[in-house]
């Protein structure tokens, strides 16, 4: 599995930007996607997972009302819309995709095998 994360800028607080991750070479069991970041000196964070064959998302409870994830199959790309963002939304992003776990995609960056070479997002 390939991935690419792409969208990345600086823009200014309460700006926004969404940020794709085109993919390609998925396994039929490939079906979990994630947006995760890292901001300097922090440890990752997971943003949002989405599951492509249902659509089903999950976000993290601080990020959930202003990031969005979505996919668009036809294009074998994710997305993630990013509103609203705060100087402490700078990080790089990653994409990563994985298998699921006991039937859910899972949350933890760990559980992700395959990871983009990450955006930088930068918020001031």
């Known amino acids: 599995v390939q991935l690419v994360e792409s969208g990345g800028g600086k823009v200014q607080a309460e700006g926004s930007l969404r940020l794709p991750c085109a993919a390609s070479?998925?396994?039929?069991?490939?079906?979990?996607m994630g947006w995760f970041r890292q901001a300097p000196g922090k440890a990752r964070e997971g943003v949002a997972t989405?599951?492509?064959?249902?659509?089903?998302?999950y976000y993290a409870d601080s990020l959930k009302g202003r990031f969005t994830i979505s996919q668009d199959n036809a294009k074998n790309t994710m997305y993630l819309q990013m509103n609203s963002l705060k100087p402490e939304d700078t990080a790089m992003y990653y994409c990563?995709?994985?298998?699921?776990?006991?039937?859910?995609?899972?949350?933890?960056?760990?559980?992700?095998?395959?990871w983009g070479q990450g955006t930088q997002v930068t918020v001031s």
């Open positions: 989405i599951d492509r064959r249902y659509g089903s998302t």
């Open positions: 070479g998925y396994t039929v069991s490939t079906v979990c």
């Open positions: 990563a995709a994985s298998v699921t776990y006991r039937g859910s995609c899972p949350r933890l960056g760990s559980q992700y095998p395959y």
